[in-house]
């Protein structure tokens, strides 16, 4: 697996990649709240709430295209939420036959269903361009500063770090194990085995990565104490306020309590 | 400090692991200030376990001694700024996310102020060759570079001894040949542990072989390296 992978960061020179990552992250957080808050069938504010996305992505230089492609992530975890469709009490627009069960599509159920699709097709984007518009590590120093309890900070940092090894170290595995699954001479047997045989071997491999991954932790935590380190994780600030900080938050934080207000009004 | 007293003493050091391995035998180790130092044998032969005890990760107690000062509990914080303990794999002593909070570490946890720090970084990048990668992400890096930043993240802390595991081990010819270089260069005490019998014989003029738990041999390494008996009876070859 190549190390990009995990790298969403698009470098661009724009407005929105200099601004003080705290403010994106506050921004951000505050965006994906107030759509969760939005009422069933807001259309108007859901509109407002794309506009004001469409405006950052602009402002960041970040193509619609590319944003869509990604923000079809949010499919499968619709899929939890469809069953709203037929629970909701309403007017039932079908009947749908299914085996022994009878389902009946509501128009209650469909209008909570597109809301919630639009809601969080909406904050999903809005968490893409947080991170294609902001370095990890800045974004890791902004939770610091934003008061975020150092452990999960910790936590969040090393994961970033040692996921590129873990999959490199996956990688080598599946390599080793495709090297050595030939099918029998004879072309009878499939190649690699059974599939309990198969499923068997994927299971060490897991207790593998998990085995290499607790060493790792040991030898990790000995060259962090052998500098010093003493139970508390020490950064630099490497970020300053500036007034256009500020005031690009204030619009951001105004902009999202309008589309309150145009919900509600 | 006086100037007779050695960088690292090392006392009739004995360990065993908790499942009963005895690791190190009484090893009597002393180096001076400037020494460059290679320590070799085969496997398993307690150099990783003595390197630990030398900044206290294993403890030493008063059998180890750094410029004078034992390595007790109450002098871990002192003895861990003057020992640069370099581990093997670069990805196990890098784990910040970005080079320059890497190096940076070292002297943030000594409680240095921020310019200070800010200072020891940009020199120890600028030492190993590595001046324009402080605001790189260490996963994008290649082996070798790592390995330099690796030895960087210890130069910060300004120590009084560097002290390396296999920093030769992986390389391809170019990059092993810019390490050569770059510790040929630094003038610091050095203790390297390492089965490259040819950097040994480029780079060290003093020698110590290990075997079993003990030192077996310690003298100059132009001395040693001919004494094919001793050699083949550890399971080393002349380079």
Redesign the interface.
Known sequence: MH?NTF?RYESRQSAIHQLDPRVKVVVTVLFIVANALLPDGAWLAFLAAWALLLFVSGAAQIGLGWLLKRSLIVGPFLLAAVTVVFTLPGNGLAQWQLGPWTLVPTDAGLLRFVSIFIRSWLSVQMAILLTATTQ??DL?HALHHLRVPNVLVSII??M???L??LANEAGRLLRARESRSAAGVNGRSSSGGSLFWRAKIAGHMVGQLLLRSFE?SD??Y?????????GRL???NPHHMKSSDWQLGGVGVVAILLIQLVARL | MNETTPTLLVNDLRFSYPDGHQALNGVDVVIRRGEKVALVGPNGAGKSTLI?HL?G?LNGGEQVQIAGMPTTRKNL?QI??K?G?V?Q?P????????VF?DV???P???GLP?DE?RRRVGYALAQVGMGDFAGR????LSIGQKKRIAIA??LS?DPEILVLDEPSAGLDPRARRALINLLDELPLTMLVSTHDMLMVRELFPRMIIMDEGRVVADGKTAVLLEDTTLLESHGLEKP
């Not at chain 1, 000995?222 to 003493?230: D, F, S, T």
């Not at chain 2, 990805?91 to 970005?98: A, G, I, M």
């Open positions: 190390v790298d990890f590590p890791i940092s090393f970033y770090r040692y590129f090894e790792r030898r990790v000995n060259a962090m104490v052998a500098r010093g380190y003493n020490l950064t630099m | 630990l900044n990760i914080p861990r700024a020992v303990l581990f794999n990805d196990d002593q890098l784990f910040s996310p970005t909070e940076a570490f070292g943030l946890h000594m921020e720090v992400l260490s996963h994008h993240t210890v802390m």
